[in-house]
């Protein structure tokens, strides 16, 4: 049965790993569960995360480079530990832009890194990873006003408004909307006006 608040679950594709595709709704950060390692050329790394419903995601070898150097060599030890990944829809293959899956924030790390990684023969792109929130060990006030609309907006969708909106408050009410939101909305926002 499909959820109305989250539609993203009617876009999959019938494969067996996350598709760029079931991003284009906005960013999903998922905690890993479990790390495999194939005998594939292409995509010897699998990664599930909680609720991936059969759909793992299988990180490119940009994207793997970039948990190797933000989580270390040792996959077994990856569990636990969550990243934000979007759809960077600037993504090339066989010279044409299909998009891809890339990975904007993860846990366990202090600060934010920066990575040249090679793109394509000859071509370095610079990666930024930023910090993913730790999680609240206690309560959070529950979302009124301006940041329980800037939550509905992202929940659905919205990037465009919530940005627009966002921007459009003085930094008092930024500020007070923002030590309210949840740590996925933050995070989605903070992609969202770094783009």
Known sequence: MFDVKDLRTTIVPKSDQL?????LGGPLTVTVSDVRVSDSAEQPVTVHYQGDDGHPYKPCKTMRKVLILAWGQDGSGWAGKAMTLYCDSSIMFGGVKVGGIRISHVSGIDRDIQVSLTATRGKKTLHTIKALK???????PPMTGRASQLAADVAAGRMAEA?????AWSQDERDEAWALLDDATANAISLALSA
């Open 19 to 23: 598709n760029a595709e079931q991003l």
């Open 134 to 140: 730790a999680a609240a060990t206690k309560k959070a």
């Open 163 to 167: 940005v627009e909106a966002f921007d």
